[in-house]
């Protein structure tokens, strides 16, 4: 059975960090693109991170880079979203997700296979 279950979100204040992580299990998760999505209310899901099976390629969407850090460990089947500098506007329910095969289209919901429950993050000002 397929599983995405991520942790670490919570309620921080602006400029704070936080850190999320998304354990993975019952797919081959090395062979597997993985990425960070998220959803604020009454907004579609917009693309935050992806990294390759490798962890060679990294994409991230223009809101967040140079805040946020997306990693990988294959051996514990695991995928990390390091954010710092949260801003308000971050506040969403954030999703890890998979997917197999090309690291074209890393930003499209639909190229992702596999999808987690979501975690909750809200940023303060």
């Known amino acids: 059975q397929v599983q995405l279950v991520e942790s670490g979100g919570g309620l921080v204040q602006a400029g704070e960090p936080l850190r999320l992580s998304c354990a993975a299990s019952g797919f081959s998760f090395s062979r597997y693109m993985m990425g960070w999505f998220r959803q604020a209310p009454e907004k579609e899901r917009e693309f935050v991170a992806a990294?390759?099976?490798?962890?060679?390629?990294?994409y991230y969407g223009d809101s967040v880079k140079g805040r946020f850090t997306i990693s990988r460990d294959n051996a514990k089947n695991m995928v990390y979203l390091q954010m710092n500098s949260l801003k308000p506007e971050d506040t969403a329910v954030y999703f890890c997700?998979?997917?197999?095969?090309?690291?074209?289209?890393?930003?499209?919901?639909?190229?992702?296979?596999?999808w987690g429950q979501g975690t909750q993050v809200t940023v303060s000002s």
């Open positions: 990294i390759s099976w490798s962890g060679s390629n990294i």
């Open positions: 997700a998979a997917r197999y095969g090309s690291t074209a289209r890393y930003g499209s919901t639909s190229e992702y296979r596999y």
